[in-house]
Structures are given as structure tokens and as C-alpha cells.
T-cell receptor
């Protein structure tokens, strides 16, 4: 079992819908990343958080350390949001990222 | 533009060839990373360099040989690869190891014939 599990693995929605992607992890962490990977392969870091909530434009990331769970929300989704969203955690004391398998999001116009 | 440039973007090679992947960062970072992304699998960390010293080797076969001549450049030398080594190879950098955001390149898509 992977130390980082994401759900769903695939998500298709209509433009304008509110999107939620979930990430659960089973180890102690010092921080959690949300990353976006477009079809060409390049990865962009969206958020790094260790507690609470962060917001950037239409994206919101939350984390609950006690429950070992994080969510990424997209409001007013748009076809350009179509990508793979990856959750990654920095394991306490290990100083390296462990990645989830990613959630493939498709937003249809 | 993330500040991390990888070349080539695509590479097709035979199992007996020798080639190198290159990564360059202009962000003033001190740590650089190689990752492998195979189809339907999570990203896997291969190597970490901090201040030009290799600080992590994640049980990677010796047919992959990294080199970090300075803090801005990272290479991955490839020789006698196997078909299962076909994957997307991603380079990343950060200010230092640990709780720092990593900036990724666009990757090199490698196909082994």
C-alpha cells in the first residue's frame, strides 16, 4: 500500500463545477505539496502547506494533520484546469518527497 | 517557465547506446533532484544532490549515473538501459533539502528500443 493515496484516480466534470480531490497519508509529515502536471509532462507546484488552508485564485488547499488528510478544491472549473493533480508529502526526518499516484482531471466545456 | 530547463525533451535510444540527460537551473538553488515517472506509477525519487554532493541514491541501478559539476547543472548518464527504463525523467531543484518547494523541469521522455 502506498504511503500516499489519492482519490478519485480519474475525475470528469463540466465547466463551472466545484472540484474536490482528496489525499490521505499514513506517515508523519512535515509538509504536503499539491502539484499540477500538464499533458506535456512539466510539473508546477501549486501549494506547500503544513497546517490550515491556503488559497490562490480559484484553488484552495486544506490539510488536517490529526486526520492525515488534505483536499484540493477548484472553484468555477475551466477546461484549462484539465491536468493530473499530484499530492506529495515530506516525511518527517526524511527530507524527501513521497508522491501519490495522481488524479487525472478532465473539465469539459 | 519554471526556471528549470531539461534537454532533450524526447530521447529514443537502443539498449547498447550511451546518452546523457541534462538539467539546468537559474534559480540559485542548492539542491537538485532526479525523478522517474513510469506509466501508472507515482513519481519515484532517484537521486538527490545538495551543494553538489550526492546525498541520496534510492537503490537506482548502476546503468544510471548522475553527475553534478556545479550547483546549476545536473546530468544523468545512461548506458545499457533496459526497455523497462522507458519513462519520463524529471529534474527538480530547491533552495535546500527539506521543507522547501521544488521547481520542476518539463522532463525528458525516454524510450528504449
Amino acid at each position: 500500500k502506498n504511503e500516499v493515496e489519492q482519490s478519485p484516480q480519474n475525475l470528469t466534470a463540466q465547466e463551472g463545477e466545484f472540484i474536490t480531490i482528496n489525499c490521505s497519508y499514513s506517515v508523519g509529515i512535515s509538509a504536503l505539496h499539491w502539484l499540477q502536471q500538464h499533458p506535456g509532462g512539466g510539473i508546477v507546484s501549486l501549494f506547500m502547506l503544513s497546517s490550515g488552508k491556503k488559497k490562490h485564485g480559484r484553488l484552495i488547499a486544506t490539510i488536517n494533520i490529526q486526520e492525515k488528510h488534505s483536499s484540493l478544491h477548484i472553484t468555477a472549473s475551466h477546461p484549462r484546469d484539465s491536468a493530473v493533480y499530484i499530492c506529495a508529502v515530506i516525511i518527517q526526518g526524511a527530507q524527501k518527497l513521497v508522491f501519490g499516484q495522481g488524479t487525472r482531471l478532465t473539465i469539459n466545456p | 517557465e519554471t526556471g528549470v530547463t531539461q534537454t532533450p525533451r524526447h530521447l529514443v535510444m537502443g539498449m547498447t547506446n550511451k546518452k546523457s540527460l541534462k538539467c539546468e537551473q537559474h534559480l540559485g538553488h542548492n539542491a537538485m533532484y532526479w525523478y522517474k515517472q513510469s506509466a501508472k506509477k507515482p513519481l519515484e525519487l532517484m537521486f538527490v544532490y545538495s551543494l553538489e554532493e550526492r546525498v541520496e541514491n534510492n537503490s537506482v541501478p548502476s546503468r544510471f549515473s548522475p553527475e553534478c559539476p556545479n550547483s546549476s547543472h545536473l546530468f544523468l548518464h545512461l548506458h545499457t538501459l533496459q526497455p523497462e527504463d522507458s519513462a519520463l525523467y524529471l529534474c527538480a531543484s530547491s533552495h535546500r533539502r527539506g521543507n522547501q518547494p521544488q521547481h520542476f523541469g518539463d522532463g525528458t521522455r525516454l524510450s528504449i528500443l
